[in-house]
């Protein structure tokens, strides 16, 4: 059965830790994050976009095989299937297809425009009990073609959308999507204090995991950060596994064209990827 992400954010939040939001590409990465995240006794949020969700065929068959992979591989720790980076129809669309925890993203939006979006979408997922997560100050790099600059939220513009009860916020704090460069200025702290101060306890999420140094995560968890979305790095993993095993001819031996031979060594990179990500952001038997 899929959760809500309240309950294990609000653990998170107190317990000091935070909660690895892992993005799924296909049926090998849901499998590889979900075992793992058992395996480990981890809570676990599984990110869907919105052009991951139509590569895997619509929302409802991501939404079905989910569920039905939670069931047959007897996961029993808290899963999520959130909607990461949603539009307003977007968010609707995962609604209806049994998506327990959704992302709008209104953050391109003028602020008046993005409080009223997430109002009506506050009040649509308290009545389902799904949990909201909403964006302030678009967070840099390129997501879905959308390409942001990198800018830091405004906390008072934070406070107003924290108080229309989304569950969660994710707000720029200088950090960005994908492969970090090599003059990046690193997180801004300053501005997380301040967005803390004003939103109090709701839970933080730090968009653009890939590349952060642990001890700027681990600073941001003391912040008040919940929740902490890896995509980047996994397909990182993935593709350099699956490179090393063609390019050492191992595809060529035997059946070893077989894809269920051939990306298996991704998926165990995957697995690699998200205990070491767990094991960083302290969730692990917090399940
Ligand atoms: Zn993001």
């Not at 299937?81 to 709008?104: N, P, R, T, V």
Request: include cysteine.
């Amino acid at each position: 059965m899929l959760v809500s992400a309240k309950e294990m954010l609000t653990k998170a939040r107190e317990g000091k830790y935070a909660v690895g939001q892992f993005n799924i590409n296909n049926l090998e990465w849901t499998k590889a994050i979900l075992q793992t995240a058992q395996e480990l006794n981890s809570p676990v949020i599984l990110g869907v976009s919105e052009g991951a969700g139509k590569y895997m065929c619509g929302f409802k068959t991501v939404a079905d095989m989910v569920k039905a992979m939670v069931e047959e591989l007897k996961i029993t720790v808290p899963v999520a299937l959130h909607l990461d980076h949603g539009s307003y129809e977007g968010a609707k669309k995962c609604i209806e297809a049994g998506f327990s925890s959704i992302m709008f993203d209104g953050s391109h939006y003028a602020i008046e425009e993005n409080i009223e979006k997430t109002k009506e979408l506050v009040e649509t997922c308290n009545k389902l009990g799904l949990s909201l997560e909403a964006e302030v100050g678009s967070i840099g790099g390129e997501e879905d073609g959308v390409v942001g600059l990198g800018e830091c939220a405004d906390p008072a513009e934070c406070k107003m959308i924290a108080d229309l009860g989304v569950t969660m916020l994710a707000a720029g704090i200088g950090n960005i999507h994908g492969k970090y460069p090599a003059n990046w200025p690193g997180l801004r702290f300053d501005v997380l204090a301040s967005i803390k101060e004003k939103v109090g306890d709701m839970p933080l999420v730090l968009h653009g995991g890939t590349g952060i140094p642990a001890e700027m995560i681990k600073e941001a968890i003391s912040l008040g950060v919940a929740k902490i979305n890896v995509n980047t790095e996994c397909q990182l993993a993935f593709a350099e596994a699956t490179r090393k095993y063609i390019e050492a001819g191992k595809d060529l031996e035997g059946k070893g064209f077989d894809p269920r031979k051939l990306l298996a060594p991704g998926a165990e990179a995957i697995k690699a990827t998200v205990k070491e990500k767990m094991e960083l952001f302290g969730s692990i038997n917090k399940a």
